[in-house]
């Protein structure tokens, strides 16, 4: 059974960071995608990052343009758990994040992924 646990979110100042964990069970990076998702308040889900990797474990990254040059993710292997390093947080990015795993190749679109956690929230004040 996959299992998706978010951690990390919190309350933060315009230029502030916070980084989410993803701690993955029954799922393994090898071949297939993970990715992050928010949604703010009265808004539709979104995408933020996604990365694939191959079977050889080289991986691909894309971020919405927004978050390019502040959010980034990264893993550990060991542990089986994503990042995403937010960096110069502003108030546009406060919501509910998710991550978000899939079977294969990449994808932006939310209805593509197989499995989700229960999300973290993530307030920046201004």
């Known amino acids: 059974q996959v299992r998706l646990a978010e951690s990390g979110g919190g309350l933060a100042q315009t230029g502030g960071s916070l980084r989410l964990s993803c701690a993955a069970t029954?799922?393994?990076?090898?071949?297939?995608?993970m990715g992050w998702f928010r949604q703010a308040p009265g808004k539709e889900r979104e995408f933020v990052a996604v990365?694939?990797?191959?079977?050889?474990?080289?991986?691909?990254?894309t971020y919405r343009d927004s978050v390019k040059g502040r959010f980034s993710i990264s893993r550990d292997n060991a542990e089986n758990t994503v990042y995403l390093q937010m960096n110069n947080l502003e108030p546009e990015d406060t919501a509910l994040y998710y991550c978000a795993a899939k079977r294969g190749a990449s994808s932006s679109y939310a209805t593509d992924f197989d499995f989700w956690g229960q999300g973290t929230t993530v307030t920046v004040s201004s």
């Open positions: 029954g799922f393994a990076f090898r071949g297939n995608t």
């Open positions: 990365r694939t990797w191959s079977l050889l474990m080289r991986s691909t990254t």
